[in-house]
Every structure is written in structure tokens, then in C-alpha cells.
């Protein structure tokens, strides 16, 4: 576009504007119009707003004569020779920004190729501008005005402190779980402590008893011994007195029947006084110190340990093919590094690397699935309930295939393979059923005789091991435990609306609290439990890597990413 036909503020230019400069400003013709640049037009000054101290370009001068009749107008003849210098020293002075490597200058200059501000020892030194496109910043800063730059500037801006808030949010989340656990923490080990020290208390009373009783029985042999020595020393005094009577008296006949008589009751009192000698009535007893239990309580975590729990990273499982949000609703592993999904929200099962943190295979389903168990490292079970059957699929290679399906009679959702068995849970009605693998049911789980009520509500995980079977029921809120007769052995039920189920090979339990948000921790007797991560949001799905001692977390609300699994780690603290 042509000087002429460009328009500053309603106005033509000039045919030619730097015919108008006097002759006598030759270094006039590097001053443009500052309005005019603040657009992005060089027009060349024709005047001086000594009220702005604006360079005006003759259109503009013209313009700013009529809107602003109090300001003070020069036009080029009427400048004095300084002061353009003294304008362009006027701006220097707004310059306030030390150089980031030279901190006694002020920046002032900006570099176009190395994207940098600049002072004039920078200039020189480092962006000659022989080889730098170097600019005054004067000269091009009227461009950052209204600019895309200064947009994107400041969407990206507020795009960090939105995420400075929701790290700060979360770190004060974090902070209140954190306390919250140093109190709990203490609080269970003063609970713990208590409970030792009341069964001490216990074992002390017994003790005390066991002892009581030998004193008892010391007692009473001592009373009795007492009264028999008596009795002998008592009779003897007697005879002894009764001798010396009849002595003095002369009775011979009488002395001679008495010392008969006194003989036998010598013979019969040295008798009876030779059984007390062995006092095998009489027991001592002292008290022998359980020295096993001396020394486990020197040894470290002689009360328990401390175990903590870590987020540890997030690993995205959408794909290019998922249309809609990921559900994950089943997952187990197929090996130390690779565990299979089921995505109820997209239809499909993936395949998930470990190492690579990523989805290395997805298939798509005709029907939503629920639950997956793996059978050996290349095949895996779904259930998909819609179809009330369930899928066989192959994983040989990295890839998923469909094999065998296998219908049920009902909606069957959580599934678990253990003993070349499968035990499967149905909904509507709540029932937990014993499969063969080709499908036979072998057994069912019900209520014993007499029980009122149904033994299932919403059943919808299961997991099992060679000794029990475990039902996590959502409806119950509670994790029940069965022998593989089907009888029913135990019961967790400090739980919420619980959901998905793993199990460790001791016997612990790691159970979704859905309704509370948390992981449960379930002791292998069943009797005790707490939370070991909390603040989780609506957790579906958990499973526990024994060999990583991390278990990865699906969960099922949209405040969380879900489109993706959380891991955490358990760390024993010495």
C-alpha cells in the first residue's frame, strides 16, 4: 500500500511528507509520528506536542490542533534544534529496567533474532547490529499495544495462576490430609499402646491369680502343720509332766505303763515331724521374665510400622479412537509391567504398558464391559453385562483378540479366576455363582438356613485366592468373605458404598471406598482396617502390584481425570 492512500486518524498524507522538513534538521529524518507508529505506520514528524512531548506527522499535528486547542504546538520551524535530543533524552528516562548481565544499564533496546532485551553495552558487544536486527524499543514497542502477543501474553498468564490456585488448593488439601494423618497416626498408636497395656494388665491379674492360689494352698498347709506340731508338742509336754509325777510318787506300776506309753508316742511324733522335714506341701514360686517378648519390644518397630503413601504418577489411557470420556470399570494385571483395562465408557478394552506409561493396544466392543480377570499372561476374562455373558480375549503378542464367549443367566458383573474357576457376581438379583471354565455353574453361594433376608445386594466386585472368596457389595456396604463351599466366614463393615476389590498375598484386602472417597485397607483376619489414601473422589477400581508395592486407581467422577489411572506407593518408613 502506497503512503498516500494510508489513513492516520480520518486524515490523508501527504503526497510527499518529507518534502515539508526543513533542510535545516537534516538529522530530522529518523523522527516519526508517535501516534502514527503506535499503529504501525512510519510517518515522519512534521511537529512537536510540547504538552504530549509527542512527534506528530503533519495529518496529526493538524488533528491534534483541533482536538486539543490548549496543548502546546510546535510545527519544525519553530523547534528549537535541541530538542529532539532533550525529547529523545525525556525518553530514556522512562526506561527503568536493569540489564540482566550488565546491571548498571538500563534496557532500552530490543533483538529481533535472539528474541532478547538489550542495553547499549549488549548492542555493542554481543548484537552488533551488523548481524542483529536491533531496534530502540520506542521504535517498535507502540506495536505491543492491543497486540495478539500481549493476548496470548495474557492467557497464558492466567493460565498459570488458575494453575497456581489449583496447586495451592491442593497443596492445602494435601496439608489438611497430612496433619489429619499425624493425628490419626498417634491416635492409633496410643489406641495400640493401650491395648498392650491392657492386656498386660490382663497377664498381670492372671499371674497375680496363679500366684494367690499357691500362697493359698502354702496357707493351709501351714496352718495345718502349725496345728499338728502343736498338737505333738502339746501331748508330749503332757507325758513328759505326767512321768515326772509318777517318779516322784514312787507309782512304779503307773510309771512303768506311761513310759511304755510315752515311748510310742516319741516313736509316733519323730514320725510325724520327719513328713514336715520334706516340705514337699510347701511351694516356693518366683517369676521368670518372657524374655522373647523383652527383646522384640528393643527391637525397631517393636510396636508396628509406619507405613506411607505416595502419589506417584498419573498414566493416560485415552486413545485417538475414544470418542467419549474413559470409565474405567475392571483392570487387572497380565504382568509385572502390563495390565489389561475395561473402558465401559468408550466400549473397549486396552492393553496398558507400564513401562511406557501408554495404551499400547485398544478393541472395540459391540457392549459395554465390566469387569476383567486374567487367566495366564496371554488371556484374559471380561463380563459384559448387557449381554449377560463373557469374553474371552487374547492378548498374545501385545494385541488384543476376541476368542470364546460364554453365556450366563443374568447381568454379570465382577469376576474373578482362581483354581482353573471362575466366580462371577449378578446384579438384579444380587447372586455370586462358582463357574467351570466352559461355563457350568459348580456352585452358588447362599444364605445358611434360617437367615432372613437376601445375602447379596449389589455385588459387584469379587476376588479370591486358594482360601477365600471376597464379595464386595455396594448395596451392603461391606466386603464379605467365603470358603470355597460357599459359606459365608466373615464380614468388613466399616465401609461405605465400596467398589472395586485387590488382594495381596498375605491376605490384606485394598478395597475402593466409594462412597468415602478412599482406599480401605482391609488386615488379613478381617478385624481391623483404615484408610490409606483419602480425598481420592468416588475410587471404582484398584489394583496392587505386590512387586512395585504400588496400586493404580480408576476413578468414577468428573472432578478427577478420567482419562487416566493414578498410582500410589507404599512405603515402609524404618
Known sequence: ????????????????????????????????????????????????????????????????????????????????????????????????????????????????????????????????????????????SGQSLNSKNLVEILEAMDEVIEKCKDISSDVKKKTNISNEALTDVLTEIKVFRLKINQRLDEIEREAEKKMQVIKLKNDSNLKRMEIICNNVKMKLTESVDLLKQLNDSKQADKLFVELKTAGKLVKDSKKTLLQFRSHKDIREYHFQPNQELL??????????????????????????????????????????????????????????????????????????????????????????????????????????????KLKVDGECYGISHCQDKLIVTFCYPGRVKILNMKGKILSE???????????????????????????????????????WNGEKTGSYNDLGSCRGLSLSPDGALFVCNHGSDDIHHVSPDFKSGLAIVKSLEMPIVVCWSETSRTFYVSNDSTKHNLNSIQSFKMVETS
Open 1 to 140: 500500500m502506497s503512503t498516500k492512500s494510508m489513513a492516520v486518524h480520518g486524515r490523508n498524507l501527504p503526497d510527499k511528507p518529507f518534502s515539508n522538513l526543513s533542510k535545516n534538521h537534516d538529522d530530522d529524518s529518523n523522527i516519526f509520528c508517535n501516534p502514527c507508529e503506535q499503529i504501525g505506520i512510519k510517518a515522519p514528524g512534521f511537529g512537536i506536542c510540547m504538552s504530549c512531548k509527542e512527534h506528530l506527522c503533519e495529518p496529526c499535528f493538524d488533528s491534534h490542533k483541533k482536538r486539543s486547542r490548549f496543548h502546546m504546538l510546535l510545527d519544525k520551524f519553530s523547534i528549537p534544534k535541541t530538542f529532539h535530543a532533550q525529547l529523545k533524552q525525556t525518553k530514556d528516562d522512562e526506561f527503568t529496567t536493569p540489564c540482566f548481565t550488565h546491571k548498571k544499564e538500563k534496557i532500552k533496546f530490543y533483538c529481533h533474532d535472539h528474541d532478547e532485551l538489550l542495553c547499549s553495552v549488549c548492542t555493542t558487544l554481543d548484537h552488533p547490529r551488523n548481524s542483529c536486527k536491533v531496534n530502540y524499543i520506542p521504535d517498535v
Open 295 to 404: 527383646d522384640s519390644i528393643q527391637k525397631e518397630n517393636a510396636i508396628g510400622k509406619i507405613t506411607s503413601v505416595f502419589h506417584q504418577e498419573t498414566i493416560d489411557i485415552k486413545t485417538s479412537q475414544d470418542k467419549y470420556k474413559c470409565w474405567v470399570t475392571g483392570m487387572s494385571f497380565l504382568t509385572h509391567s502390563k495390565f489389561i483395562l475395561a473402558d465401559s465408557g468408550n466400549v473397549s478394552i486396552k492393553l496398558v504398558d507400564l513401562v511406557s506409561n501408554s495404551t499400547i493396544h485398544h478393541l472395540k466392543l459391540e457392549t459395554a464391559p465390566w469387569d476383567v480377570t486374567c487367566v495366564t499372561s496371554e488371556q484374559a476374562i471380561f463380563t459384559l453385562p448387557n449381554e449377560k455373558s463373557i469374553q474371552f480375549v487374547s492378548t498374545s503378542s501385545n494385541k488384543l483378540s476376541l476368542k470364546q
Open 445 to 483: 453361594m447362599k444364605a445358611r438356613f434360617g437367615h432372613i433376608g437376601h445375602i447379596f445386594n449389589l455385588p459387584f466386585y469379587v476376588t479370591s485366592n486358594s482360601q477365600n472368596i471376597f464379595v464386595s457389595d455396594a448395596g451392603k456396604q461391606s466386603v464379605l468373605r467365603f470358603n
